[in-house]
């Protein structure tokens, strides 16, 4: 927790968790300058994990970093990172399918991307939900860029508190087989 960040350099590779104000837990992961990997622990789709999303990953000034994309489900994310502060402000807007049918949504994306595709034309986009919260960073890791076993098992109860005891990874940052 206590790397200090100036580039963006700085920034590709690390690992975070951390809870909004609403009290969503998320972890999320900058793979490399175009990809990012998340878990979702707490909220309206905890459970949802999702590798290798095309992101736009910016540095604004020294340490604060931006970064947004859009999603299959139609979800769209726009991230400002602090983590000098150990603070993110985070703004999800939701499309109305995802708000009335969450459970669609929880799951290893990756595996149903067809399914969002679907489900974004079946169901209604209007109104949107917007979610904007700031966040507390609860945990830094340098993972280093494009490392697949970062997000590449399911979320369970005790995931983050594992991950931030040293139980999750090993020295490498490869899983500790369990
Ligand atoms: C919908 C995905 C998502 C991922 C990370 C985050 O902080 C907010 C939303």
Do not use: C
């Amino acid at each position: 927790m206590d790397k200090h960040f100036e580039t963006l350099d700085d920034f590709l590779g690390t690992h975070f968790i951390y809870t909004y104000d609403n009290g969503w837990e998320y972890e999320w992961y900058a793979k490399n300058d175009h990809t990012v990997d998340y878990r979702i622990h707490g909220g309206m789709v905890a459970g949802r994990w999702v590798a290798d999303q095309e992101a736009h990953i910016n540095l604004l000034t020294a340490g604060i970093y931006k970064i947004a994309w859009t999603e299959p489900t139609g979800t769209d994310v726009a991230l400002d990172f602090v983590p000098n502060e150990h603070k993110l402000n985070g703004t999800i807007f939701f499309p109305k399918w995802v708000q009335d049918h969450p459970e669609i949504t929880v799951t290893y994306q990756n595996d149903h991307i067809d399914l969002m595709e679907t489900s974004r034309e079946k169901y209604e986009t209007y109104p949107k939900m917007v979610v904007p919260e700031f966040a507390n960073i609860t945990y830094i890791g340098d993972a280093g860029q494009n490392n697949d076993q970062v997000i590449a098992a399911e979320p369970y109860e005790g995931m983050t508190d594992d991950i931030r005891n040293g139980k999750f990874y090993d020295d490498n940052y490869r899983m500790i087989k369990r």
